[in-house]
């Protein structure tokens, strides 16, 4: 059957609150291969509808096991007014909630669309090379830590500082040349960036939130810990950049297991562990 739960096995998150066709990429550490893509549709293709949260990860020409079908998240509150907003989405095969890229002013041009139609991926050991070498004579910045969306264009109504870094100079402008670099958690991370209010809800029909999303989905290499083979994380921070004061928010996380044959799939829950799981 199709389940709806708000936390599965294998997967664990935290969120952080916080007043004020998609491009994919993949998040390939351990046995778990995780695709993320640029809309918050979580492990799954969102122009082939294909399965992408495979355990043990594959390799190519291999049939990939698949544990998830997709997740996203649910969220609602009522403003001062006493007006409900609501962003959530399932499938997207009605519309959508939740749109690539942070809040601003136009989302339609090609500079906005261009630069956040996409996910972040880097890892730590490409952070420790470019903190070690950043200044060495002949050193070339990688992508990864180049293209990380440090800095909004405050122009366009964009947030001046978007995904965290540490700023050598202290003078809030991400510039890896100087020594800054991507802040991270994990070995390696993807970081995504969504908002509520690029366009309307065509999903639940929901009044906007004003809410923008920071994403950041990660995990551990360690042979110490065995379950972290099998574990990734989602940490995710809502910024409110609306005029409105919510009261009685909630937020949930949307998720459809599929272990094999989606007809067989069951939910349960341990409530001394916090935690839902498929069998």
């Known amino acids: 059957m199709k389940t709806i739960s708000t936390f599965f096995c294998g997967v664990m998150?935290?969120?952080?609150?916080?007043?004020?066709?998609a491009f994919t990429d993949t998040l390939n550490i351990n046995s778990i291969s995780a695709i993320y893509s640029a809309t918050s549709f979580l492990f799954a293709n969102p122009d082939t509808y294909e399965a992408g949260y495979v355990v043990p990860g594959t390799e190519p020409g291999q049939e990939a096991n698949t544990t998830i079908f997709v997740?996203?998240?649910?969220?609602?509150?009522?403003?001062?007014?006493g007006g409900l907003h609501v962003a959530a989405q399932t499938y997207r095969q009605l519309g959508a909630d939740f749109f690539a890229?942070?809040?601003?002013t136009d989302y339609a041009s090609a500079a906005y669309t261009d630069?956040?139609?996409?996910?972040?991926?880097?890892?730590?050991?490409?952070?420790?090379?470019?903190?070690a070498n950043w200044n060495t004579a002949g050193y070339v910045v990688p992508a990864s830590i180049a293209d990380w969306p440090g800095n909004g264009n405050v122009a366009n109504g964009e947030a001046q500082i978007l995904a965290p870094f540490f700023d050598r100079d202290a003078n809030m402008m991400y510039e890896p040349e100087k020594g800054d670099y991507p802040i991270i958690r994990g070995d390696e991370?993807?970081?995504?960036?969504?908002?509520?209010?690029?366009e309307t809800h065509i999903e639940t029909d929901g009044d906007q939130l004003g809410f923008e999303l920071h994403i950041m989905a990660y995990a551990y290499k360690t042979a110490a810990d065995p379950v972290m083979d099998y574990t990734t994380f989602l940490n995710i921070k809502l910024i409110n950049r609306s005029v409105n004061t919510y009261n009685n928010f909630?937020?949930?996380?949307?998720?459809?297991?599929?272990?094999?044959?989606?007809?067989?799939?069951?939910v349960g829950s341990d409530s001394t562990l916090a935690s839902f799981f498929a069998y």
Do not use: C
């Open 13 to 21: 998150f935290s969120l952080n609150v916080f007043a004020q066709g």
């Open 71 to 81: 997740s996203g998240f649910w969220m609602g509150g009522m403003d001062q007014l």
């Open 101 to 104: 890229g942070p809040i601003a």
């Open 115 to 131: 630069r956040y139609n996409r996910v972040w991926v880097v890892n730590k050991a490409t952070i420790d090379e470019h903190i």
């Open 189 to 198: 991370a993807v970081f995504i960036l969504v908002n509520d209010a690029a």
């Open 250 to 266: 909630y937020f949930g996380f949307f998720a459809d297991p599929d272990l094999g044959d989606y007809n067989d799939d069951y």
